[in-house]
Structure formats: C-alpha cells, structure tokens
C-alpha cells in the first residue's frame, strides 16, 4: 500500500491543502529530491560538462553521463548511447522526423499515424509528408478511442515506412495497440515510432520488450524539471542518421567547408546540454523507481474509478475514452451537457481544483469526437491524476463537479 | 465581483438567455470571428443605416458563456450608437480587461463594465474579446464575410 501522505510530504507545492492539482497529464510536480538534485550540481560541481579538463567539468561529465544510464536503465535500452537527451518528447519527435524520416522516406512511401496523436506526433510528420510527397494514413479508433491490433494492420502496406502512434493517448488513456505493434510494423519493413510523453512516466517501459525503434518521453511529466526529456533509439539507426543540430560538441574533426561527427550519443546533442536538468530527471525517476509502477498505477486506477464512478452518477456527464478504469492511465476526460470546458475549469479554479480545458494539442482528435460522440463543443475537460493526489481530493473534486452546472446557470 | 457571481448575474443569463442571439434579415455587415484554441466561433450581423448608425445587430455562434455573454452585452450597448461611438466603446473595453484603461470611462459600456474582472482572468480575455474585435474589424476596417481571430495576442 503507498502511503500517499508521506509521499506528499516530499513534494513543496502540495502543501496547500487549499489545491487539488489535477492537471498531471500537462505536468507533474516535483519532489524535494528533484529540486535539491538540480540545486546540488549548480551548487558543487557546475561547469561545461564534456568539454573541461578539470576538476568540476570532469565531475559535470560524470553526473551528466550517470543521468543518461539512469534513463537507459530504466526504459532497459541495451546501451547508454542510445539515449539522446533533447528538451522534450516534442524536440525528440522533430529529430527522429528531420534525421531519420527526411533521409529514408521516398515519394509514394505511406507514413501511418492515429487520429489520436497529439500534434507534436503528428506536424512532424505531416512536414516530411509535404516534403517527400509521402502519404499520411490515419488510424481511426472506435467510439470508446480503442485502436485494435487489426486496425494497425490493415493501414499497413508494402509502402509503408514509419507508423508513428502515442502508447497512451494524452485524451483517452490506453488505447492503442502497442504490444505487438513492433512485430506488424517490422513485418512490413517499417520503423516503430512510439510517443511515449504519457506512457513512460506512469508504467513500467522496456524497449527492448516492445522492440519499438523510437521513443519520445519528457522529463517534466514524470517528476523531472521542464526544458529536458529523452529520445531512445536503437544503436543501428542511430548509427546512419545525419546530425539533427549541428554546432559544438557534436563534432570530431572541422575544416573549412567540411566536418566528421563526434560518436553516439553526441552526435545529437549539439552546444552546451542541459546536465542540470539529466540530472534532475534521472532523479525524478529513481523517485519513481522507489515508489515502484505497480504501486503508481493502482494508485492512479483507484483515483480513475472514485472519478467515473462519481461521474456515472451525474446524467448530465459525458466521460469519452474506454469503460475500463484501468485503461485510462490516470487520465478522465469529459464535458457536461450545455457547460463549455474553459468555463468548467474557469469554476473549478474557484474551488483551487486545477484542470485541463480545451482541445489538448489534440486538434483532430477533437473534431473526430465531435463527430463520433455528438460533442456540443470541440473541446473537452480532462482530469488528470498522479500517485501523489489522494482519495480525498477525487472526492472533493466529484463535489465540485455536482455544481458545476448550478455555477453556469442551469 | 467574485468568480462565481460574477457568472451567477451577468454571464449566465447572456449565455442562456441571450437577447440578440440569432440570424437577422438583410443586415449591412456580417463577419465571423473565431478563437480556434476554445472553439469560440460567432457570426457577427450588424445593420447601419445611412447615417453609420448601428440600428440593429444579432450574433450566432457557440462557444464558452464569456464569449457569448460578451457579444450579446456589447450589441446591448451599441445598437444605437453611431460608428464612431461603437468603436470608442470597443478601445474601452478592450483596455477594460488588459486593465490599460481608465476606470471613469467603464461606465460607458453599460453593463458589459462588469466583465472588468477578466483582466484578472489573462486565459479568459479573448473569449471577451471576440465580439468586440469582431465589430472593430467590421466597422473599423470594413471587413464582412472574412473570418478574423483573436488568437496570438
């Protein structure tokens, strides 16, 4: 059982027993080890990691280095160097997309992507389409946003050469076919692209397991400071794929007018890195790794029942995504009949409960559920919990959610 | 005025009890206005006459209680006034809730003064412009049938 109270005691901002932050799908919070982390490698050992012959630079290095085998280890990549750190899933979706796809999509080639994604997993790839004149294909789920095994395989074809597909969609949870997505996808030739932004920081990953070719994740979704997340790939891609950015430290040799790139990872990481921050996200994960997945995600899926239960009875309540409470990752999204979202999140910061309104990054996502489900807006709400919010706040957010309508006039 | 009164006696009857809310005959000017990251989309109508009075307006649409309540509060108060008035009014209301304009001029825009609170609201403002900078676009730049946003301010 995790004790949820000492849990929070870790994390400054939740304090205030005034808020109920339920916005985690948009950010999470960090605990003390986190910021005390980052604090402790400005305050001991800051200097230009991978470049310094002394002392702190040597010791920055180290730090840096040891951040990226905590991220390694943790998503179980077989070697370090296959962890570029980059600022977030968005900028680790760009490179696979500027880097990989720009050199090995080839006019008439059929890239497939889900309705779901959210747009840093789709603009990407709709540039190297417009680009290559390449095909996007479209994976369209079912009502429940469910994207069965036999969907991925019939979009599937002898043209296709990425399939680029969240592991958990940042509006409906767990919905996508992402277990035996690698093996469908090799069969054809193609590479597997994962958007892994909400799926790593509440589960356990192993990339070796999914034997997925890419996956995006960002350090400030699972407890890690904002402005670093992480891009693994396997070795062998990587090892073929121009340089993203190129500048400092990415180099081995420069002339004039030519230059031969550093090793893996480096080669990707262009200018100075943001050791800092590796290492607060290494510790934002050795945090989680403490708690342990099991316990996170029954914490998260006993928040997620209390949340549609409490919906369930409210007729007035329309909650989009599977029935399953163990499929939402956390993750609830709704509207309430005649209530525009902005206005239900504008009331419920009245009350200091804080949630998402709006169209999620997820644009066409919206406008399909506005189809399929009849929405009155093309936005929703989503509530979004962690392991550190607790039974109390789902409660008094239920509360909350009974008066809405009665705050907006019905 | 709190959040909650303030939607409890000014928003809430706007937005469900609109009166200016529908499409009108034969109107001089009609323009959409959108704010694509809420959904916020109205289809301004506005009647002149020969003199560039306002005599009659109606807006349709959906989106949030704000950015309805606010369009349906602005025709309250420009329906009436001549062009230039109207878009004095808007210069007020759009300084209204940046809080860049002078507190003695609110009056002027009647009960629409009451959403003076957005400007505490910064995620709130466009869905209170909309209207307004629909009508500015209308009646200032002399657009009808094209479509503006109020998005990137």
Known sequence: MLDVNAIRADFPILQDPRYVYFDNAATSQRPRQVLEAIDSF???????????????????????????????????????????????????????????????????????????????????????????????????????????????????????????????????????????????????????????????????????KLDCDFLSFSGHKMLGPMGIGALYAKKALLEKMPPFLRGGEMIEYVTRNSATYAELPHKFEAGTVNAADAVGMAAGIKYLQQVGFEE??????????????????????????????????????????????????????????????????????????QEKCHMEFRATARASVYFYNTEEEAHRFIDAMGKIRKWLGF | MELKDLYREIVNEHNLHPSHK?????????????????????????????????????????????????????????????????????????????????????????EAAALESIAHMPARVKCATLGWKTMQRMLRDGESETPVSTENE
Not at chain 1, 80 to 96: G, H, M, Q
Not at chain 1, 159 to 178: D, E, F
């Open chain 1, 42 to 208: 400005y305050r001991t050992t800051n200097a230009n990691p991978l470049r310094g012959l002394y002392e702190w630079s040597v010791g920055a290095t180290e730090a840096y280095e040891q951040a990226r085998h905590t991220v390694a280890e943790h998503v179980n990549a077989k070697e370090d160097c296959e962890i570029i750190f980059v600022r977030n899933a968005t900028e680790a979706l760009n490179l696979v997309a500027y880097s990989y796809a720009m050199t090995n999509v080839q006019e008439g080639d059929e890239i497939v992507v889900t309705v779901l994604e959210h747009h840093s997993n789709l603009l990407p790839w709709q540039m190297v389409a417009d680009a290559k004149k390449a095909k996007l294909i479209f994976l369209e789920p079912q009502e429940d946003g469910i994207i069965t095994e036999e969907m991925l395989k019939s979009a599937i074809t002898s043209k296709t050469k990425i399939v680029a597909m969240t592991m958990v969609s940042n509006v409906l949870g767990k919905v996508t076919p992402v277990a035996n997505a690698a093996k469908l996808v090799h069969a054809a030739g193609a590479v597997l692209v994962l958007d892994g932004a909400q799926g790593v920081p509440h589960q356990a990953v192993d990339v070796q």
């Open chain 1, 296 to 369: 996170i995600e029954a914490q998260e899926q006993k928040l997620v029942s209390i949340l549609l239960e409490g919906m369930k009875q409210l007729p007035y309540v329309q909650v989009y995504g599977p029935a399953d409470a163990a499929l939402h990752s956390g993750i609830v999204t709704f509207n309430i009949e005649g209530c525009h979202p902005h206005d239900i999140s504008t009331v419920l910061d009245d009350e200091h409960i804080a949630i998402r309104a709006g169209h999620h990054c997820a644009q066409p996502l919206m406008e399909y559920l």
């Open chain 2, 22 to 110: 529908g499409d009108m005959e034969q109107p001089s000017m009609i323009l959409n206005g959108v704010n694509p990251s809420c959904g916020d989309d109205i289809y301004l109508q506005l009647k002149l006459d020969e003199n560039d009075m306002v005599v009659d307006g109606m807006f349709n649409g959906s989106g949030c209680a704000i950015s309805q309540a606010s369009a349906d509060m602005m025709l309250d108060v420009i329906i009436g006034k001549s062009k230039d008035e109207a878009l004095k009014l808007a210069e007020t209301f759009m300084g209204m809730v940046r809080s860049t304009a002078d507190p003695s001029e609110f009056e002027a825009l009647e």
